[in-house]
């Protein structure tokens, strides 16, 4: 079973019901198709940073062993994150270093409007194209 975590930017998170992480996960539509059909999903961690005026990177840094005692092996980085939020591919790094494969969207456009969404599998980063 894969465990999946979604992670939203704080500021973004004020304003975002995450209706469409929850829809796409319960649908297993977007970017939770990508898994494979055999294989079951848990939804283990939604976490949200507490936002830019909060050392978001030192944070998230500090949950990591706790997603990693969740059993969480993927992290979907929310859509609204990586259209909005300036540290986006710096959450995407800090995660993908730390061994988890990271989907940089949740809902929507695998693109997105700026064509910028983040993969990281095994170690090895790639970008919407």
């Not at 936002?51 to 005692?69: A, V």
């Not at 988890?100 to 409007?113: A, C, L, M, Q």
Request: glycine share 10%; with cysteine; net charge positive.
């Amino acid at each position: 079973m894969k465990k999946i975590m979604i992670f939203i930017c704080g500021q973004v998170a004020r304003k975002c019901s995450a209706n469409g992480c929850f829809r796409s996960f319960n649908q297993r539509s977007d970017s939770f198709a990508a898994h494979e059909e055999s294989e079951a999903l848990e939804l283990v961690a939604f976490n949200t940073c507490p936002g830019c005026d909060q050392n978001p990177l030192e944070n998230l840094e500090s949950k990591i062993e706790k997603f990693r005692k969740a059993g969480v092996d993927t992290i979907h980085i929310a859509t609204c994150t990586r259209g909005r939020c300036n540290n986006y591919e710096a959450f995407a790094d800090l995660l993908g270093n730390a061994g988890f494969n990271v989907v940089g969207y949740t809902h929507g456009s695998e693109g997105g409007k700026k064509e910028n969404t983040i993969w990281i599998t095994d170690g090895k980063k790639r970008y919407y194209k």
